[in-house]
Each structure stands twice: as structure tokens, then as C-alpha cells.
């Protein structure tokens, strides 16, 4: 799995304030101290640069409007390709103290493929025009939004408050509204440059992302960095070196080593495999059909990892469990378009059976997907369309065709067990999928497995940003 870095990298650190004289009537996201001029991060992965942000804010021309700026370039190996992405966020609102979000404009390229969603909020709601290369263009309705200026800048105006500030942010991916919480940190004196600099912490957390995020302010309102874990951080850089890229190879750099093979017979369905993990936060110790855990010290817990067939049979088409999440038609699952529907309908045919339906599709998208690391799709119809990609792209189509004959499934994160061409044996970072049939199963289209086997460990859903204080710090020590 590729796409690991957290989205809230586009909505967290937005900078820059061109007038010198606050004004009463002005939100506290315009007054508060900061570079008028925006700001540069570097973004690194276990202090290897795979990128670069640019945030700012500044009023428009005429001064009654805001104009919130979110820009973030990625650039790595994965395989033997170059994998790059540009994502681009421009956000509109009232100046005046909760202003609403009037127009939104988010600009995706490179890898996952090329779109472009304007958005403009009418009595209606937010009204969008989705573009594509090739395609025509889309017209979607969303819920009215609840975002706010302040949210363009939850950090500093927490900072400025010395008060913990609540809100809600339309999401860049999805445009799925997540509730959004900064909560001031104790600050620190540092170093740097040989100067003692105090400077101040603010903590933000999103419903989405569920990664606490630090981020450190000195007294002149400059962002120094940003935290998402103990392996990824954007650090505040000149504009040239900013952009100055190291080209990481991902795989590598994310996967976890174990002490030795783990024996041939976990790859059998039914299957068992247990590890003894460290660095596993308690918050993932949570007990399922398929993994459990027995905690043996402060520091390692014992994972064991189950596969076998679900042994329920109910007919299709079923109801969601979750309430109706994972049967939902969103921008990239895509579940409700006519192609979508056509194809799932072609590969299941006459079976009623969820089970036997769902081993249709996974094995439908496992022998027609080309395996094709670097050609990236996120969204389902571009997958049908060039039917190329890796663990992601596999696992997109299979849920959107899953979910369109009426099967409820998701897209998990996790990691699995592969020994490459350097014969280290280790995890690599994953993703898959889980169906419910009449109980959970999972299955791994990409591998060509009806049922994971037990080497599949499962800590995420559907691109979480949660899984990401765990890449670069996991350990294994024991494997059997």
C-alpha cells in the first residue's frame, strides 16, 4: 500500500495574513500572527524527504472574502516506477468570525489519476462539477457545509485562544464532512540556530484520520513543524529547499523485518500465525473473528492471526451490519455507476449466494487486473477503465463491485507477509478487502485468495491515516 500519508497534511497548517491592522470584524483565523507570504514544509518519512506543502491564507482583492490555499507534491519509488502526486486545495469563506465556506477548487494529478471538483455552496448545499480527462463532466448536490473559517486554521486560532476550538472539515478526497478538534499542548523552549526559542503546541485530530497531530508555533506565529506520529513530520524550509526531493524508495523504507520466516503451513486455510509485536498502542488490541491478543508485558503483546471460510450462507442482497457505510456509492467507490453495476452484474450472474458471489468477483478482478505497480487509480470506474494497479486499485474495484450486487464491504489496511527479491522476510505495508456474507470474511483479490490467509494483519480501514504512527516504529521479535 502506497498511499500512506495522512490527508490532514492538506488541511491542517493553512498560513499568511497580508494585512498589518487587525480589524474588529475580521475572524480570529485572519488577526492571528503568521508569514503573510505562506509557508514551505518539507515532508518526511523516517526523516527522508518524499515531499513538499504549501500553505497560506490571504483576503481576496476586495477584502470581504478569505482565500484559504493547501498544496501538497509527493514524489517516491514504489517498485520500480516513480510514483509522484499533486494535490491542490483552494477554499473560499466570510471574513467575519465563523464565516461560512462560500466555494472550494481541489486539483488532483499524477498519481490516482487526474480530477478537478469545483465547488460552490447554493441554498441547495454544496454544489460540485467533477471533471475528469475523457469523461464527462459530473454535477453532485452534498449536504449543506459545516465548515467554518476558523477550521482553515484550527491551530493558531487554539493558540491565540489559548482555548480548544471544534469544527468540521469537507474533506479533499472524499467530500465527506469530519468533525475536527485543536487542543492546546505544553509548549518548550528549543534551540535553534543557537537562539532559545519558546515555542507553543497545538493538537488536532480529526474523526477521519484519528492521528493526533502536533504542530509547534513560535511567538512570531511561524509554523516550525508538524507531527503525525513518530515517523512523519512537515518541517518548515526555505521555498528551494523545500522542493528538493530524496528519492525514497517506499517499500523498502516502510516494511517491517522479522526475526525469521514464519512456517509454510501459515499460508493454509484454515490457518493460525502469532507474533510478538512492540510498539503495537493499545488502541489496535482489539479482539475480532480473525485476530487476538494477550498482552505479555509493557511493552509486546502476542498477536494471533486466524483464517478460515465464513461458515454462514445468507442470499444477496444484504444489510449492512455497520448501518449502511459499506454498501455507500462515494467519488471513489463509485458503487452506483452504470459500468459498475453492468460488470458486477455480468461476473455474479444468477448467484444468490453472497459467499459464492463474492468469490466471483474477487477472482474476476485477480485474473483481468493487470499487476502494474505505479499505474494508479483512485476511483473505481478508472480502475474498470485502463483495469491495471496494485493492492489498492484490486481492492477498490472488487468493493465497488461487491457493493453493487448488494454485498457490504470495505477496503482494510494492514500489513502481510511477503519475502522479495533481497530474501528478507518481512511485512509489507497492504491492502485488501472485507465482505460480509451473513459474518465478516476476508479476501485478497490481489493474491488471488478466497480467503486471506493468516498472514494478512489487519490495522486500518479504507486508507486510514490511524496506521501511520506504526509505519518505521512496529517491531516483530518472535514469528510462529
Not at 535553534?192 to 508555533?217: D, F, N, Q
Request: hydrophobic share 40%; glycine share 6%; with cysteine.
Amino acid at each position: 500500500m502506497r498511499r500512506a500519508l495522512p490527508l490532514v497534511l492538506l488541511v491542517f497548517a493553512a498560513s499568511a495574513f497580508a494585512q498589518k491592522a487587525p480589524q474588529p470584524q475580521l475572524s480570529d483565523a485572519l488577526t492571528v500572527s503568521r508569514p503573510k507570504e505562506g509557508e514551505f514544509f518539507g515532508v518526511y518519512l523516517s526523516n527522508q524527504k518524499v515531499g513538499w506543502m504549501f500553505t497560506r491564507i490571504t483576503l481576496n482583492a476586495a477584502g470581504d472574502n478569505a482565500v484559504s490555499v493547501n498544496e501538497l507534491h509527493f514524489r517516491a519509488k514504489v517498485g520500480t516506477r516513480v510514483s509522484e502526486r499533486v494535490m491542490k486545495e483552494t477554499k473560499v469563506f466570510e471574513v467575519k468570525p465563523g464565516g461560512r465556506l462560500l466555494s472550494l477548487r481541489l486539483e488532483q494529478q499524477g498519481d490516482g489519476g487526474d480530477q478537478v471538483l469545483d465547488g460552490l455552496v447554493t441554498k441547495e448545499g454544496l454544489k460540485i462539477i467533477r471533471t475528469r480527462p475523457g469523461r464527462k463532466d459530473e454535477t453532485l448536490v452534498l449536504p449543506m457545509p459545516k465548515e467554518v473559517i476558523e477550521d482553515a486554521d484550527q491551530a493558531r486560532v487554539a493558540l491565540k485562544r489559548n482555548a480548544s476550538v471544534e469544527g468540521v472539515i469537507t474533506d479533499s478526497t472524499d467530500l465527506k464532512q469530519y468533525p475536527v478538534r485543536t487542543t492546546v499542548g505544553e509548549g518548550e523552549t528549543r534551540t535553534i540556530r543557537g537562539v532559545k526559542v519558546k515555542l507553543k503546541k497545538a493538537i488536532t485530530i480529526s474523526e477521519k484520520e484519528k492521528v493526533p497531530t502536533e504542530a509547534w508555533v513560535d511567538e512570531q506565529g511561524r509554523m516550525l513543524e508538524v507531527r503525525f506520529g513518530p515517523t512523519m513530520a512537515a518541517m518548515r524550509e526555505p521555498e528551494d529547499q523545500a522542493k528538493r526531493f530524496d528519492l525514497v524508495e517506499v517499500f523498502a523504507l516502510t516494511r517491517v523485518q522479522l526475526p525469521k520466516p514464519p512456517p509454510p503451513e501459515v499460508r493454509r486455510v484454515p490457518g493460525q500465525m502469532t507474533m510478538v509485536m512492540s510498539n503495537l498502542p493499545e488502541r489496535f488490541h482489539v479482539q475480532t473473528y480473525r485476530q487476538r491478543f494477550e498482552k505479555l508485558d509493557e511493552q509486546r503483546v502476542a498477536v494471533t492471526l486466524s483464517a478460515a471460510p465464513p461458515k454462514t450462507k445468507q442470499l444477496r442482497p444484504l444489510a449492512d451490519p455497520n448501518g449502511g457505510k459499506n454498501l455507500e456509492n462515494d467519488l471513489a467507490v463509485e458503487a452506483a455507476a452504470p459500468e459498475i453495476v453492468k460488470q458486477a452484474k455480468q461476473i455474479v450472474g444468477n448467484e444468490k449466494d453472497a459467499w459464492a458471489a463474492t468469490k466471483k468477483v474477487g477472482r474476476w478482478v485477480n485474473e483481468h487486473l493487470t499487476k502494474d505497480y505505479g499505474a494508479s487509480s483512485d476511483r473505481a470506474t478508472d480502475v474498470l477503465k485502463t483495469m491495471r494497479g496494485d493492492c489498492t486499485e484490486h481492492s477498490l474495484l472488487t468493493v465497488a463491485l461487491l457493493r453493487a450486487v448488494g454485498i457490504p464491504s470495505r477496503r482494510v489496511d494492514g500489513v502481510v507477509y511477503l519475502m522479495n527479491e533481497d530474501q528478507v522476510p518481512a511485512l509489507y505495508w497492504h491492502e485488501w478487502v472485507e465482505a460480509y456474507v451473513g459474518e465478516w470474511t476476508q479476501l485478497d483479490p490481489t493474491f488471488g485468495q478466497d480467503v486471506a490467509d493468516a498472514t494478512h494483519f489487519k490495522v486500518g480501514e479504507e486508507g486510514s491515516a490511524e496506521i501511520t504512527p506504526l509505519i518505521g516504529s512496529l517491531v516483530v521479535h518472535d514469528v510462529r
